[in-house]
């Protein structure tokens, strides 16, 4: 993917607002609908940042409209802020990791979880999972769940009914479910294995 246009999830009827995703160029446009004119849109440009690390996946927040998720080549997690009156403003969060590979998924959940699905690396684990919702969060904080040791990732999604239910594609070859709730343990929350592909 090159580039995208993605439609924000807290567009309404008076803020219809969407983003170009610019992968090839490391940018992120935000824009909003002015008119429908006999097929054809014409919208204004709000806010753009460029100069982003290389990425290679992208979510946007379901709890906050001026904040994006980016998963950069290098697996790090990274929120950017898309606010109009600051377009220059600094990343809210960069969350690294241990080995980097490339990150192939970002999600946020309707409880302000957001969740990296990485390459797999040995003797790492390839979803992490953080909490936006603690207040003491910072860059070198560790994930609030980490899972699937040395596991590709290939997708993820929350269920937005269940803001603690995660489907996970992995290693090419299966859907697994995680259920993130009960005592935090870092390596072995509760999953189901839904389908694998054996053939």
């Not at 950017?80 to 980097?100: G, K, N, T």
């Amino acid at each position: 993917m090159e580039a995208a246009i993605r439609w924000s999830p807290h567009a309404t009827t008076h803020s219809p607002r969407f983003l170009i995703i610019d992968v090839a160029g490391n940018r992120l446009r935000l824009c909003q609908v002015e008119k429908w004119d006999k097929g054809k849109v014409r919208y204004k440009q709000l806010c753009v940042r460029d100069k982003l690390p290389n990425y290679t996946a992208f979510d946007w927040s379901k709890r906050d409209e001026g904040v994006v998720g980016i998963g950069s080549a290098s697996g790090e997690a990274i929120l950017v802020r898309l606010d109009p009156d600051r377009p220059q403003s600094e990343y809210m969060h960069a969350f690294p990791i241990r080995h980097q590979r490339k990150c192939n998924s970002i999600a946020f959940s309707t409880k302000n979880f957001v969740a990296t699905g990485l390459d797999r690396v040995r003797n790492d684990v390839c979803l992490n999972i953080y909490d936006l919702n603690n207040p003491n969060i910072t860059s070198t904080s560790e994930p609030y769940r980490k899972l699937a040791s040395s596991e590709a990732i290939s997708s993820i999604k929350f269920f937005s009914g269940q803001p603690d239910t995660l489907v996970a594609g992995v290693s090419r070859q299966s859907i697994r479910i995680y259920d993130l709730r009960g005592e935090r343990n870092h390596l072995s929350d509760s999953s189901s294995l839904v389908h694998s592909n054996t053939s």
